[in-house]
């Protein structure tokens, strides 16, 4: 009985290693990215090399119909009542929200992915875009109320928060030296495309 026992468990030992090793190798293999963050080294025709913000090089495919979108810096006074913002922001002291970057959209982006979401700017950072219902200014910044289809929050602005603005792009305006956000897709050959590609104006790196 005990040698049956054995026998019949061998395979399924066998079996129950390889879908460990299987599962080991897909814990190990890189997330892949839906956003490249960093600076355009060199354009050629509908290629663009970037030098990502952790020193690696990526390769992106430009779209036929890719989008471009300027960003520009504004100040902390600029964010009302009644704005359409995306708040990067992570876990405060006090269990409030503190914000990494604002970006204030413009009208005719108003409603722009509303909602809030884990970001992959820092760790444990969310996306929150949203309408300011209040604003409280106080002496280092401003504590904002938005809201949401889903719910509210409470995010506190700092002084020296980066508030920015979206502006109309070109693509022209992908060129070396510019810093970028591109949200990209894999291709076949390891690759990526990017169809849509947020540019810092007058040298800022876009915040978010």
Same mark, same amino acid.
Not at 116 to 127: G, I, V
């Given at each position: 009985m005990s040698v049956q026992r054995a026998t019949f468990t061998r395979p399924i030992l066998a079996v129950a290693m390889v879908a460990i090793s299987a599962l080991a190798a897909f814990a190990q293999r890189a997330p892949v990215p839906t956003r490249v963050r960093g600076t355009i080294e060199n354009v050629a025709g509908d290629t663009m090399q970037v030098r990502s913000r952790s020193g690696e090089q990526v390769k992106l495919h430009i779209a036929t119909d890719v989008r471009v979108a300027g960003i520009t810096r504004i100040a902390l006074a600029d964010i009302k009542v009644g704005s359409f913002v995306g708040a990067t922001t992570v876990p405060g002291p006090d269990g409030g929200e503190n914000a990494v970057e604002?970006?204030?959209? !413009?009208? &005719?982006?108003?409603?722009? /992915?509303? /909602?809030?979401?884990?970001?992959? =700017?820092? !760790? &444990?950072?969310?996306?929150? &875009?949203?309408t300011v219902?209040?604003?409280?200014?106080? &002496?280092? /910044?401003?504590? =904002?109320l938005v809201k949401y289809k889903e719910g509210e929050k409470k995010v506190f602005v700092g002084a020296d928060t980066p508030v920015v603005t979206y502006v109309p792009g070109e693509k022209s305006d992908l060129k070396a030296g510019a810093r970028i956000i591109a949200f990209v897709k894999p291709l076949a050959d390891g690759s990526f495309e990017t169809n849509r590609v947020s540019v810092g104006r007058d040298g800022l790196t876009p915040p978010m």
């Open positions: 604002v970006h204030v959209f !413009p009208e &005719n982006m108003r409603g722009t /992915g509303e /909602g809030s979401r884990p970001w992959d =700017l820092k !760790p &444990n950072s969310t996306m929150t &875009n949203a219902a209040e604003s409280v200014v106080g &002496n280092d /910044g401003h504590t =904002l």
